[in-house]
């Protein structure tokens, strides 16, 4: 079995991409903390220079390759927030990027990569689809590839969050943190629990096509059908070869909480009319699992909001049609 990401892992990739990523905010929030019945916080993911908290994992991985590995390009699979931070980061660095996204990945999405100059490939309904076309296309161009989650690079980066918190807010007793192919559930829950051991690290996803949760209920890495969400960036597949962040999750994890489509809409609403802040479906889970009333603490709650990269017309849509009860 593959040795978990370890605290110290997480605290040397801090230092390496602290010039690279910003320290996004922790902001009280007097509305939820009414709600919640204690001090509720946000960790303001969403203010990152690409909107996500994507650019920290992939910073870190490719910081850590050679010029020469670099210089062969760059390629990955994505559902949209990878692929915005691995171009990002490879134009930063004067690398070549390429892309790979299935037709379910929002157009905002794709168009902000492409702005980046990194070319897009666009292959089948799903993330497992995008992920076997970029397979290919490392074979065919001997490119290098930058794992959406499961590496321990990535893994760490994605923890450098949780350093932050922990050192923000060190009394923290609970994080709800958004749960995908567990990259970030798996590096933060190490952060965290790294430094205070009694905090409980829950994971929380949509109930639609849900990769992770599935496979910690099965016990082993399990496929589902990929289908579409307000949580776009929570689709895809965890793996059924998965070498980390099933481990990870399965052994840091404290619960995991799945949500409804309207309970989601409910977070993107509530982000947008009382914190001010603009935040997709899937960094809206945590708020979404607050207002559901699904989650209990006796003390100081941290809600990663891991990304704000939502079509504007779609955004507006949402916020106002919950408003009038026509949220869908």
Same mark, same amino acid.
């Given at each position: 079995?593959?040795?978990p990401?370890?605290?110290?892992?997480?605290?040397?990739?801090?230092?390496?991409?602290?010039?690279?990523? &910003?320290?996004?905010?922790?902001?009280? +929030?007097?509305?939820?903390s009414?709600?919640a019945?204690v001090?509720?916080?946000l960790?303001? $993911?969403?203010h990152?220079?690409?909107?996500?908290?994507?650019?920290?994992g992939?910073?870190?991985?490719i910081?850590?390759?050679?010029?020469?590995?670099?210089?062969? !390009?760059?390629?990955?699979?994505?559902?949209?927030?990878h692929?915005?931070?691995?171009?990002?980061?490879?134009?930063?660095?004067?690398?070549?990027a390429?892309?790979?996204?299935s037709?379910? @990945?929002?157009?905002?999405?794709?168009?902000? #990569?492409?702005?980046?100059?990194? $070319?897009i490939?666009?292959?089948?309904?799903?993330?497992?689809?995008?992920?076997?076309?970029a397979?290919h296309?490392?074979?065919?161009k001997?490119?290098?590839?930058?794992?959406p989650f499961?590496? %321990?690079a990535? #893994?760490?980066?994605?923890?450098t969050?949780? &350093?932050?918190?922990?050192?923000?807010?060190?009394?923290t =007793?609970? @994080?709800?943190?958004?749960?995908?192919g567990?990259?970030?559930a798996s590096?933060?829950?190490?952060?965290?629990?790294?430094?205070?051991? +009694?905090a409980?690290?829950?994971?929380? +996803?949509? $109930?639609r096509?849900a990769?992770m949760? %599935?496979?910690l209920a099965?016990?082993?890495?399990?496929?589902?059908?990929? @289908? $579409?969400?307000?949580?776009?960036?929570l689709?895809?597949?965890?793996g059924?070869?998965?070498?980390l962040?099933?481990?990870?999750c399965?052994?840091?994890?404290?619960d995991?909480i &799945?949500?409804?489509?309207?309970?989601?809409?409910?977070?993107?609403?509530?982000?947008?009319?009382?914190e !001010?802040?603009?935040?997709?479906g899937? !960094?809206?889970?945590? #708020?979404?699992?607050?207002?559901?009333?699904?989650?209990?603490?006796?003390?100081p &709650?941290?809600?990663?909001? +891991? !990304?704000?990269?939502?079509?504007?017309?779609?955004?507006r =849509?949402? @916020?106002?049609?919950y408003?009038?009860?026509e949220?869908?």
């Amino acid at each position: 079995m593959t040795r978990p990401v370890t605290l110290h892992e997480i605290e040397v990739a801090q230092k390496q991409i602290s010039a690279h990523v &910003l320290r996004t905010p922790l902001r009280a +929030s007097l509305a939820l903390s009414e709600r919640a019945g204690v001090a509720v916080y946000l960790k303001l $993911e969403n203010h990152q220079r690409t909107g996500s908290f994507k650019l920290r994992g992939a910073t870190n991985a490719i910081l850590r390759l050679d010029q020469g590995r670099r210089s062969r !390009g760059l390629i990955t699979a994505s559902t949209g927030n990878h692929g915005r931070a691995v171009a990002y980061a490879a134009k930063a660095l004067g690398a070549r990027a390429m892309i790979c996204m299935s037709t379910l @990945v929002p157009a905002n999405k794709v168009e902000a #990569i492409r702005h980046l100059g990194a $070319e897009i490939h666009t292959a089948g309904r799903s993330q497992d689809d995008a992920m076997l076309e970029a397979e290919h296309l490392v074979r065919q161009k001997g490119m290098y590839f930058v794992p959406p989650f499961d590496d %321990a690079a990535v #893994i760490a980066g994605q923890g450098t969050l949780g &350093l932050e918190i922990a050192s923000d807010l060190p009394k923290t =007793a609970v @994080v709800l943190v958004p749960l995908s192919g567990g990259g970030l559930a798996s590096g933060v829950a190490a952060a965290i629990k790294g430094r205070r051991s +009694s905090a409980r690290i829950v994971g929380v +996803s949509m $109930e639609r096509g849900a990769a992770m949760a %599935a496979s910690l209920a099965a016990g082993v890495p399990t496929n589902v059908q990929e @289908v $579409e969400t307000l949580a776009d960036s929570l689709g895809g597949g965890i793996g059924l070869d998965n070498r980390l962040t099933f481990q990870m999750c399965r052994d840091l994890l404290d619960d995991v909480i &799945l949500l409804g489509e309207e309970e989601i809409a409910a977070g993107i609403h509530h982000a947008a009319r009382i914190e !001010g802040e603009t935040v997709e479906g899937a !960094g809206a889970v945590g #708020i979404a699992a607050l207002l559901a009333r699904k989650v209990k603490a006796d003390g100081p &709650l941290v809600v990663v909001v +891991s !990304g704000g990269n939502i079509d504007p017309v779609a955004h507006r =849509a949402i @916020v106002d049609g919950y408003q009038s009860g026509e949220a869908r």
